[in-house]
């Protein structure tokens, strides 16, 4: 069975989950992070990295689809080496679910090859052990059954509270506090900003949509629901799709009618529902019609670039719109581009774009590199031969004067592992291999723009970082015409600046 210190020199990550917002505000980040940290500085490991997992229950096994399922995804695909030891608090961080699937679980893990630690108990989990161990499968299965069993009773709690809030609420003996903007909180009747969500109702009936709606809000100066000057198309869906405009209070699922004041009809409510359903599933609105979604600035006013299509005899046009403009939260002016001559041009130099600069300018900064790995092998060595000391000393105040001097190793070199961190990630570059690939074959990225735009889009996401358009409209200029730019910042490097005119 291993130990701790057999592990000296592996590359550790740590896990940490919680289940609430409530947990993810108090201690719960801090108190796992530090667990980690302070394993690894004791046992000699190197702390790669933290998953985390806020807000995600593992009672119902939902962590085992969000980023720990993802770590476990990387490990089996060779992303991450499945030398890797895995950090958590306790078993109970993996999984809550019923202590068989749980088991099953954790040694599917632990077939990746990954080992796990469990920093509660400082236990070191391995399928070695697991098959050569009985006594450490049974361990493992009684910790898992108690935290099973511990969440299956806290869940039926939370069940039976909400049980009875439902009941009282069909009583009409309970106050809700987080009531709808148009809801006066102590006396539950309609205040006066019901006018609002009326006509946010009404102008949806007329047809206009979400962004439209926006628009003339802030155009006419109307107070959001959280008394912030300007609306968000959230706030406009959030408003339209919420079932107290009929009427209806929901708790967790079960629907109590007639408990707040309507401001329109039920048919109206699920007629709205169904026209908006209707425009959400518009071919138009594929995810991968804008392959640069998430990435796109307005260089004016700093805003989202947005896809919006219109169609002219019979023909579909794309466009990108400056989403300040379009909902009036800036004073921006900048016009519409076409997006698909955007689209073109940027794939069109994607290789040259790809291939890095002259990497002359970063020797000092390869330097500076070195100079932090050479202080962190040095504080190593340090580190080593001063608990090496420790486990010789004889003397109780020797060992604590040394341990204390350990410590102080410790911090030093936790700082420089920091700060190689950051320098790393501030020079991060596309690595060699994938530039070259696709500066070698710019036709292979338009040959996935025609046929796998998902996998167009995912290589796009992963090499830039971030793509501004602007409008220079200087009136002395000759001729007149407008110069349109496309700064285009691959991941870790400056900005390329792309010159052309839409037609």
Known sequence: MLQPRD????????????????????DSLRRQTEEAERFCDTYGLKLDRQIIDDGVSAFKGANLEADLGRFVAAVR????????????????RVSRVNHMDALEYLSGLLKTGVTVVTLMDNRVHTLDDYRNNVASIL??????????????????????????????????????????FWIDRETQELNER?????????????????????????ALGIPSPSGKPKWGKDAVSTTLSNRAAYGSYTVKGEEIRDYFPPIVTEAQWLALRDRTAARTHNPQASNTANLFSKLLR??????????????????????????GRAFKRTDCTMPNWN????????ISRLGFLAVPLDEGDNSADSGRE???????????????????????????????A???????????KQAKESELAGHRQSMARISVSAVADIAADTEEIRRLVREDRAKAKELIGDLIERIELEVDREEDRTGGDEMRFAHVTIRGRKPHTIGFTQG
């Open 194 to 218: 019901a006018d609002t969500a009326r006509q946010i109702f009404a102008w949806a009936e007329e047809g206009l949509g979400q962004a439209a709606i926006t628009q003339r809000l802030n």
């Open 370 to 400: 070195r100079e932090i790995e050479e202080a962190i092998k040095v504080l190593s060595s340090r580190y080593d031969n001063t608990i090496a000391a420790i486990v010789d000393a004889e003397e109780p105040a020797v060992r604590q």
């Open 339 to 346: 997006y698909q001559e955007v689209e073109d041009e940027i």
């Open 7 to 26: 592990l000296k020199g592996r590359t550790a990550i740590s896990y940490a989950r919680w289940s609430s917002e409530r947990q993810g505000a108090g």
């Open 139 to 180: 361990m493992s299965l009684m910790a898992m059954s108690a935290a099973h069993e511990y969440s299956a009773k806290i869940s039926e709690r939370v069940r039976a509270s909400w049980r009875g809030r439902a009941e009282k609420a069909k009583q009409g003996s309970i106050r809700i506090s987080k009531v709808p």
């Open 402 to 412: 040394l341990t204390k001097k350990a410590d102080e190793i410790a911090g030093q």
């Open 77 to 92: 695909s060779g992303e991450i080496p499945s030398d890797v030891v895995l950090l958590v608090e306790a078993l109970d």
């Open 298 to 323: 307005c260089a004016h006013c700093g805003s989202p670039l947005n896809l919006t299509s219109s169609k002219q005899k019979g023909r579909t046009f794309r466009y990108l719109s400056c989403s």
